[in-house]
């Protein structure tokens, strides 16, 4: 089992900043992929920034240029920075990490964090 729990999420005017973290904690494998993803009112939830545990990120067109993750292995902390958001960005923003058995992909989910941008 794997807990995730996220934070940093708030309510900012357009054009502004937030910084969403996710802590990760219990049967974490060497080899994950961790992401984020946001659903919004009446929409599919959509992935916005992945990384695997040793690559690089990657990001959604939506997103790419803005928002920026990262993570600290050494914590188990995915981190996601987001700059010049926009209305449309309001969303309640997901953390989850893939967890690669050697055989079976697993997957855990936060409990969400609530992103508001106002116009």
């Known amino acids: 089992q794997v807990q995730l729990a996220e934070s940093g999420g708030g309510l900012v005017q357009a054009g502004g900043s937030l910084r969403l973290s996710c802590a990760a904690s219990?049967?974490?494998?060497?080899?994950?992929?961790m992401g984020w993803y946001r659903q919004a009112p009446g929409k599919q939830r959509e992935l916005v920034a992945q990384i695997s545990s040793g690559g690089s990120p990657t990001y959604a067109d939506f997103v790419r240029g803005r928002f920026t993750t990262a993570r600290d292995n050494a914590k188990n902390t995915l981190y996601l920075q987001m700059n010049s958001l926009k209305p449309e960005d309001t969303a309640v923003y997901y953390c989850?990490?893939?967890?690669?058995?050697?055989?079976?992909?697993?997957?855990?989910w936060g409990q969400g964090t609530q992103v508001t941008v106002s116009s």
């Open positions: 989850a990490i893939h967890n690669y058995d050697g055989t079976y992909v697993r997957t855990y």
């Open positions: 219990g049967s974490i494998f060497s080899l994950n992929a």
